[in-house]
């Protein structure tokens, strides 16, 4: 894991280390030194600003005169910092912003403040602008309110606000001010206006609570007073009835205070309860209890709502900033222009009489094979035209299919195609090419409207169908293309048709290409846009690979791309690459902690039997590996082959691979290794093709870019600014170089010598050398070239050539090994 962290990171040194030397004397700027200077600077210069326009508004008038005679020592000013002084406070202030302008010294002050505490530059820019805004605003409402003291509004805001007053009026103006005020201090100082209300309705509560303490003891006091009169009224009574009737004397006394003492406390219990009922109605969140009213005193318990924060830093740094936006780098990019593709003429031209022809040869051989028709139906498309047949009843389908080699023999045609049953129809197709066939040019599909609609991830523009209709396929979802096609059939071409269209539809920031090109001429073109859209390893000149060894570095270093790419996809905690990146550009995902803006991978291999009959397994494990796991992560696969044969694509390779387009082959069996079904062997070549993603095929014309139209849109691409280098991807150390040097001599084999006096005789380090010489298995005699290589004999691995012999002559391999011995 360690190790893969390190192979992770040092793209980005070396990157780092490029620019900086790049900037040399430049990098002294952005030392902390520099930094503290500037910083100082910055905020004494504030102060010496300061000073003048304060020294300005009780000098301006006298100093006017003198503001023309700045290099004239005769002429002085007034002004406490001398012309200087005078001319940058009459600019600032009576030229510019009037009062508002100490905000400039203010933001001065702050910037050097700033830099002098390390805060982000990012920070220094945001603060300019509010500051910026906060000027405009002052100084055309200072203009607004005192239009006769010019000097407070400066010209900025006296002409702003005469302006405007002629479109909107004095009243229009100042609701425009109000509102930019306002508008203002929500979005600068985030003014909640439900913090607001909730501190209103927080007063409205205490309010109520004093109310009800008040009328609470103002009860009490009248249930005091009222018992109070009421038992010296009894006491009077007591005294009168004592008078009249003293039997009676002690009831009537224990009565009546009981009485109206009881009835009073209920009053005043009343009253109370109706005011608390109340309040829960107006403020639902207030919860009040009322304590018996034996006791006096009442207590209220409000449970408040929690202040709860939902602003989150990354949801601030959104704020702040935006979305993270991956093309910003190269914001200015271009995409190529339509003009650069060539246009052909087009249009499919109809010959009634070939339709004609060609229908009744169809009805005769199938009525001399005793099939009849019911109906017949054609659809001339760019290449070939589809008949479609509806047999009479009763006809047994594979009767027709049978019949497929009769037919086309009857039709004397070459590339007839049977569909029985054409999916999804019911009716029986047979596809006859057109005498005379239009180029479907790669113009035409990429303007086409299907194309630069489409929202797919990866589009390709791949042709036309046979309704003419553009073709549009995700390579995305394939997510790998295998393509095959006998040589002169229209691959080359594909290919480019492919990549084309990635460059009309993506940003170099969003697709990288690894082109592997064994035979050397193909793909160069696209040399030209190394720095815009290809990857490669680090400290490898050439972007684009043409050697085998490289090749298998390369796709080795794909995989720990890809592994690599797993953790991050694992930290995120998203499924695939779309998440990922959607969630990186919502800056939920921090840079610091390794994460990065993804771009979609495609590796190109142009010649794949070329590789596979030269490095066997260990391009076709990396390449397994990589069709097995890399679709979520964003890493997709072309692979094209001229020999579609089955030592070729192995059923592992096959397997991960469910897109396949096949163009002519010579044979049904390599129609049927790339499609699993026949049929490509049936093309008529020059683009025509079969492509199926698993389950349908579809007959498609390819789109045709020539080499003259890929080089103006690689010359476009490459004119504009680029990245400092291509994509790296990580370093990639190959083990096997590792193992052989640490052989001791004693554990040699018993044939080393004689294998060391071949190698240096023949002078060509080959484990098949052995093998023939010395009769050996290739295991053993790569073991000895192993050995060979760890005394110093023969060099490196170099893929699919002979090792060098470093060794010249039988006279320094003796004095070698008795070195050795020594
Ligand atoms: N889509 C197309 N429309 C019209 N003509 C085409 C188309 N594709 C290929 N051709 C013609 O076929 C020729 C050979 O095409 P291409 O170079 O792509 O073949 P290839 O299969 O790559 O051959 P090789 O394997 O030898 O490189 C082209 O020069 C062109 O004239």
């Avoid at 309110?145 to 405007?164: M, P, R, T």
Wanted: with cysteine; hydrophobic share 40%.
């Amino acid at each position: 894991m360690a190790k893969k962290k390190q192979i992770l990171k040092k793209p980005t040194v070396t990157k780092e280390n490029k620019k900086d030397k790049k900037l040399g004397f430049l990098s002294y700027f952005k030392s902390r030194q520099a930094q503290t200077i500037f910083g100082f600077f910055l905020m004494l210069f504030a102060f010496f600003l300061c000073t003048a326009f304060i020294s300005f508004f009780f000098n301006w008038q006298e100093d006017q005169s003198t503001l023309n005679y700045l290099t004239d020592k005769s002429v002085k000013s007034s002004n406490l910092l001398g012309k200087i002084g005078a001319n940058l406070s009459h600019f600032f202030i009576y030229d510019g912003f009037g009062l508002a302008a100490f905000i400039i010294v203010f933001q001065i002050f702050i910037s050097g403040f700033y830099i002098l505490i390390k805060q982000r530059f990012a920070k220094v820019i945001i603060s300019w602008n509010w500051s910026l805004l906060a000027m405009l605003w002052i100084s055309v409402t200072l203009g607004f309110l005192h239009q006769k003291y010019a000097l407070l509004s400066g010209v900025i805001g006296f002409e702003i606000n005469d302006y405007l007053q002629t479109f909107i009026g004095k009243t229009g103006l100042a609701i425009i001010l109000i509102f930019l005020l306002l508008t203002y201090l929500i979005v600068r100082y985030k003014v909640n206006i439900d913090a607001f209300i909730e501190k209103m309705k927080q007063k409205r509560i205490e309010r109520a609570e004093r109310q009800l303490e008040e009328l609470e003891y103002s009860a009490m006091d009248e249930v005091v007073n009222e018992s109070l009169e009421k038992e010296t009224i009894s006491k009077t009574e007591k005294q009168e009835v004592k008078k009249v009737k003293s039997g009676v004397e002690l009831s009537l006394e224990n009565l009546k205070p009981t009485i109206s003492k009881h009835s009073d406390v209920k009053t005043a219990k009343e009253k109370l309860t109706l005011l608390i009922e109340e309040k829960p109605a107006t403020e639902d969140q207030v919860e009040e209890t009322v304590e018996d009213m034996n006791d006096v005193g009442i207590d209220i318990a409000i449970a408040r709502e929690e202040e709860s924060s939902t602003e989150n830093l990354s949801d601030k740094i959104l704020q702040d900033f935006g979305e993270f936006d991956p093309t910003l780098e190269l914001s200015n990019f271009k995409f190529p222009t339509f003009n650069l593709l060539k246009q052909y003429n087009e249009s499919i031209s109809i010959d009634p009489e070939e339709l004609e022809a060609n229908k009744d040869r169809i009805v005769d051989t199938l009525k001399n094979y005793k099939i009849g028709i019911a109906e017949i139906k054609a659809t001339v498309g760019p290449t070939i035209t589809l008949y479609e047949i509806v047999p009479e009843a009763g006809i047994r389908i594979s009767k027709i299919k049978n019949l497929e080699d009769d037919i086309a023999l009857s039709l004397s045609a070459l590339g007839i195609r049977i569909i029985a049953p054409i999916p999804g129809k019911g009716t029986i197709g047979i596809e006859v090419p057109n005498k005379k066939s239009t180029i479907v040019s790669m113009h035409s599909v990429i303007t086409s409207k299907r194309f630069q609609e489409s929202q797919m991830e990866l589009p390709i523009a791949l042709g036309k169908t046979i309704s003419n209709e553009t073709f549009v396929i995700d390579l995305a979802k394939m997510p790998h293309l295998l393509m095959a096609g006998a040589t002169g059939q229209g691959k080359s071409v594909g290919l480019n048709a492919v990549l084309t269209s990635l460059l009309y539809k993506k940003h170099p920031a969003e697709v990288k290409f690894i082109l592997v090109d064994p035979k050397k001429v193909e793909l160069t073109l696209f040399n030209k846009i190394e720095r815009h859209y290809l990857a490669k390893l680090p400290d490898v000149e050439e972007a684009i690979i043409t050697d085998t060894t490289k090749v298998v570095h390369t796709l080795n270093s794909l995989c720990i791309e890809m592994d690599n790419r797993y953790d991050l996809l694992k930290a995120a905690m998203v499924r695939n690459i779309k998440e990922y990146n959607v969630k990186f550009k919502q800056r939920k995902l921090n840079p610091n902690e390794g994460h990065q803006f993804l771009p979609y991978i495609v590796l190109v291999i142009d010649e794949f039997a070329d590789l596979i009959m030269t490095a066997g397994k260990e391009v076709e494990t990396p390449i397994a590996r990589l069709a097995q796991l890399a679709r979520a992560i964003g890493i997709h696969l072309i692979v094209a082959t001229q020999r579609p044969s089955v030592n070729v694509i192995t059923g592992i390779i096959k397997a991960n691979f469910p897109a396949r387009i096949a163009f002519r082959v010579t044979s049904k069996i390599d129609s049927r290794t790339i499609l699993d079904a026949g049929g490509a062997d049936q093309l008529i070549g020059r683009g025509d093709l079969l492509y199926t993603a698993g389950n349908t095929l579809s007959r498609i014309q390819c789109a045709f870019v020539d080499t003259p139209e890929v080089e103006k849109i690689t010359d476009f691409i490459g004119s504009q600014k680029a990245y400092a280098d291509a994509y790296l991807l990580p370093e990639y150390v190959d083990d096997e170089s590792g193992t052989s040097i640490d052989i001791d001599i004693a554990d040699r084999d018993k044939l080393f010598k004689d294998a060391a006096e071949i190698i240096v005789t023949a002078q060509q380090g080959s484990a098949s050398l052995l093998q023939r010489k010395l009769k050996l298995g290739y295991n053993r005699a790569g073991r000895l070239i192993d050995q060979l290589e760890a005394a110093g004999i023969v060099g490196g691995f170099e893929g699919s050539k002979a090792r060098q012999v470093l060794v010249p002559d039988f006279i320094a391999l003796e004095q070698l090994l008795e070195n050795e011995k020594n």
